[in-house]
Nanobody
């Protein structure tokens, strides 16, 4: 699976952005796709994930109610709609994919085998 993340940028606090993660290669319907982020000087953290076949979603508490993860089956793309952005949302955002046949938690980055290159989101105060 190859992943291409895009959509980052510089926005003022309170604004919105939509990130995209285009997937190619193996049949993505058998995968869970997640978004993680890493702020300067901090560890990478889970943001959201979606099981492709069931569209079941998972969110970190810090983004619940503000971010929405979804997928477009025809475009093989996962979106992360980010609303009411805060300066603490500033980070490099990565999309990643893991097989749903694999056990473990979709909230843990080491459970993901495939990673995109990251897109920078900067929220100014």
């Amino acid at each position: 699976v190859q992943l291409q993340a895009s959509g980052g940028g510089l926005v003022p606090a309170g604004d919105s952005l939509r990130l995209s993660c285009a997937a190619s290669g193996r049949l993505v319907s058998a995968y869970t796709v997640g978004w993680f982020r890493q702020a300067p000087g901090k560890e990478r953290e889970f943001v959201a994930a979606i099981r492709w076949s069931t569209t079941r979603t998972f969110y970190a508490d810090s983004v619940k109610g503000r971010f929405t993860i979804s997928r477009d089956n025809a475009k093989n793309t996962v979106f992360l709609q980010m609303n009411t952005l805060k300066p603490e949302d500033t980070a490099v955002y990565y999309c990643a994919a893991r097989s749903m046949a694999r056990g473990g938690s979709s909230r843990l980055d080491y459970e993901y085998k495939y990673w995109g290159q990251g897109t920078l989101v900067t929220v100014s105060s």
